[in-house]
């Protein structure tokens, strides 16, 4: 079953409003998790690394203040995209690394976010 | 920085093998990954190699060779379910891997 939950699945918005999405691991505590965003037929982009008791770390290119990033609990890290325009239409992927020690974790990926900006 | 290529797209024949490489260049090295997405779902974990060498697990094996900067999936007795992007990830100086492009993979009957 799934480890990382993640919703909405899919959201369709007006421009100019707020969508937040949530990201929780199911059975085991995620003191890190980390936010992709994919465009069609492209990789995963590293967004930025959501720290629990700590602000988030943020790509280079990526606005802080529009994606706003809150590590709530162990389990739990929300992203809200603020004013959201059709250019933020993306499918957006959260994940939590799960194992032993630094090396070798694997990331475990929540059902992702279709965002449709309108 | 890191760098991660793959083939953007391969096809290939139900029931055949096909062989899916990945160069990279990174500024150290804690292993490499290979998730497989159907569209509009999210990845999930086929393989993890961190030293020399093929690991099998079933139908799928990976390939390692950390002097040449080279990995390759294998995929056997391929399934039409096998269609998918096969995406290779890297993780360098820290964990937080690194993903290529990914490799558009069409199985046709």
């Known amino acids: 079953g799934a480890v990382v939950s993640q919703h909405p699945s899919r959201v369709i918005c007006k421009s100019g409003t707020s969508v937040k999405i949530e990201c929780r691991s199911l059975d085991f505590q995620a003191t890190t998790m980390f936010w992709y965003r994919q465009f069609p037929k492209q990789s995963l982009m590293l967004m930025a690394t959501?720290?629990?008791?700590?602000?988030?770390?943020?790509e280079q290119g990526v606005e802080k203040d529009k994606f706003l990033i809150n590590h709530a609990s162990l389990t739990l890290s929300t992203l809200t995209v603020t004013s959201a325009h059709p250019e933020d239409s993306s499918f957006y992927i959260c994940?939590?690394?799960?194992?032993?020690?630094?090396?070798?974790?694997?990331?475990?990926f929540g059902s992702g976010t279709q965002l449709s900006v309108l | 920085g890191q760098n991660i290529d793959q083939p953007t797209e391969m096809t290939a024949t139900e029931g055949a093998i096909v062989q899916i490489n990945c160069t990279y260049q990174?500024?150290?090295?804690?292993?490499l990954f290979w998730y497989q997405q159907h569209a509009g779902e999210a990845p999930t974990f086929l393989s993890y190699n961190v030293l020399d060498g093929l690991e099998e697990k079933g139908r799928f094996s990976s390939f390692l060779s950390r002097s040449k900067g080279y990995s390759y999936l294998l995929l056997k007795e391929l399934q039409m379910k096998d269609s998918a992007s096969y995406l290779c990830?890297?993780?360098?100086?820290?964990?937080?891997?690194?993903f290529g492009r990914g490799t558009s993979l069409i199985v046709h009957p």
């Open positions: 959501s720290n629990e008791g700590s602000k988030a770390t943020y």
């Open positions: 990174t500024s150290g090295f804690n292993g």
């Open positions: 994940s939590a690394p799960r194992g032993q020690g630094a090396v070798g974790k694997k990331l475990f």
């Open positions: 990830a890297v993780t360098g100086g820290s964990y937080i891997p690194t």
